[in-house]
């Protein structure tokens, strides 16, 4: 199918960029989310939903997300995947905890996942030529420790050197107080 067979762009086969950017978020999920399996996510011909009509795209979708959810033993999933701005699914499946259903309007820490979209992003604002991966944090962030020896390039290849504020025990005392905060 071509780009431009239908006004929402439902129908049609997903970009390369779209294809890795959606598999690099699927995979990066399950990484998250349980225990790593050397073979955990399709290749990307199998994880790319194509289908004729947009319901049947977000079927594919959800069929991708249940898959990896049951290889991975993940408990639960919230997902939701736009193309071109026009929502093709949101969804949440499983259960948050035993006995409450997961749902799209919950909050969670998503974790490593973050690093795969905001490098997609930032490589984005590369292409577009609005950064440089060399730029220094110092830029837009000058107060922070080191920011002038600090690259964007560093902080997606997570080699700036700071610390995970995950293992700030003030942190993990707040999530235990609160944990749907």
Known sequence: MGDHDDDHGLGRQLTRRETVTMALALAGGALGAGPARPAFAASLRQATPVATAPGDQAEAIVALARDIMSKQDVNAVILRVTIDGQEV????????????????????????VAFFYVSTLLLRLVDQQLVSL?????????????????????????????????????LSQELYADPFR
């Open 89 to 112: 699914v949101t969804a949440a499946l499983g259960e948050s905890m035993t006995g409450v259903p997961a749902t799209t309007d919950m909050h969670f820490r998503n974790g490593a």
């Open 134 to 170: 060399d730029d220094s944090l110092a830029s837009w962030l000058p107060d922070l420790p080191d920011a002038d020896l600090v690259t964007l390039r560093m902080l997606a290849n997570m080699t700036a050197g700071y610390p995970d504020y995950v293992q700030n025990p003030k």
